[in-house]
């Protein structure tokens, strides 16, 4: 009788340790599932690496790796647009040199050159064609000729001010057995009839007229350097006018490949344009290629509210890919879930995610469900 006694009670006590190792496992999952974040995975692996949720833990940390990939998905290789004013020539490389006169303030000289270089070099590889300095062996050269003059005026009791400007020069791109292309320049700003003082929160600004910029320094009155620089006159007889690439059954490559970087481009309405541009019929969008753009887009730039229409954009884009789309189902599950934490409305992205997956929850915004549904599906595949 004691023997059996015995027995029963190992039995009892290895049950009850049993039962508390599983109830220890269950809470520590259900504080991991909540993080949601390798850290916590791996802590959890590290401590039951045989456990009931192992293998989910592990299919996690692999979709929050991908999902959080640093650099922008390079997905085709580069296609320089070809120039539209030259018969569609295609050109690779150009030569860029940067003259800038500024009578009155020497010294942006330097600045306005360097910062005119890294604004074109952008602009231009963006669209496949590598920048470099001019030499005398390059085939295709790009020049850029500026006089800048600041103009001011005194304002009664509040001293010298610059308020207007005068900018004189040129753009030139050339090429072996082609007419060059050249924009003349020439704006003129007036100075201001008067100068305001304005004083807001503490802080003091001037300003010119109405509307216009005014300051003791030369440069305070200029138009900014990338509409400088990046002169829409001069590069619009470049490329071909987007209407017309959209007009055909299908869009070129090279604009395909263009469009693919503004995707990615950190400016947003680079990106608004882009994706608006993707959205039309005669886009082929392929699978694999825009799941890798949005899921880059939103990880790095929609998180947060000030990006939300070009984000709605990205998920109209995969609301027509229908089921095609299905494999972007991890970061519409994880959007979904950044903006439950600030009690934000899912409705509409919950609505593109049941569109792609095919699948509805019982519960909506059920963001554990919905990850559980992924990890079964990816599972099954």
Known sequence: MKKRQIQFIQVAVLFLMVLSACTRENKIWDLVETNHDISSYEYYLENFPEGAYADSAKVYIEDI????????????????????????????????????????????????????????????????????????????????DLKIRSLGNSYYNLGYFYTGYDIQGSFLLKTEDEKPIKLTVSEKKPVANQVTKKTEYGSTKYIADSFGRAGREPAAPLPQLKDLFLNQNFMSRLWEKQDSLLSGEQIADYYTNYLYRCFCDANKYERGRAMSVMTSENFERKPGEMIQLITYNLNHFCLNEADIEPCNLGFKILEKMGGDAVDAAPVLIEYMASRKDRSLDNRYVEGVLETVTGHKNELKNDISGWRTWWFHHKTRK
């Open 65 to 144: 790796k991908a999902l959080h990939k640093e650099k922008p998905p390079i997905i085709v290789k580069i296609v320089p647009t070809p120039v539209a004013s030259w018969d569609n020539k295609v050109c690779t490389e150009i030569g860029l040199k940067i003259s800038v006169a500024f009578p009155k303030a020497s010294e942006l000289e330097k600045a306005y050159k360097e910062k005119g270089f890294e604004l074109l070099k952008g602009y231009f590889e963006k669209r496949g064609i590598r920048i470099i300095p001019l030499h005398k062996d390059c085939e295709t050269q790009l020049l850029v």
